[in-house]
Nanobody, 123 residues
């Protein structure tokens, strides 16, 4: 059973940066599409960025130009720059086995989820 672990969250001032990591101890993520979701207080969960097995990426409009998703070896990263208070949320990574596929989706149809890491943007 694939288990995902997120790390890298924390408290940061507006305009600051954080880098989140998503790993699967004991498993490789090469054949998994990965999406980063977030759930802000009082709001629905939303997908913010995804990366396919072939390294295609997609972003939702509010984070375009500020967030960057990448993968290296067995880790998927979400680099978040120019953070805003509205980015405050619990961030989750989710995975779906999609070997050789160029597709990733922002829809929450993934079978594997991490426990989440809190990101708080506040002065």
């Amino acid at each position: 059973q694939l288990q995902l672990v997120e790390s890298g969250g924390g408290l940061v001032q507006p305009g600051g940066s954080l880098r989140l990591s998503c790993t699967a101890p004991g498993f490789g993520l090469d054949d998994y599409a990965i999406t980063w979701f977030r759930r802000a207080p009082g709001k629905e969960r939303e997908g913010v960025a995804c990366i396919s097995v072939t390294r295609g990426t997609n972003y939702v409009d509010p984070v375009k130009g500020r967030f960057n998703v990448s993968r290296f070896k067995n880790t998927v990263y979400l680099q978040m720059n120019s953070l805003k208070p509205e980015d405050t949320a619990v961030y989750y990574c989710a995975a779906d086995w999609k070997p050789r596929s160029p597709i990733c989706t922002m829809q929450p149809q993934y079978p594997y989820w991490g426990q989440g890491t809190q990101v708080t943007v506040s002065s």
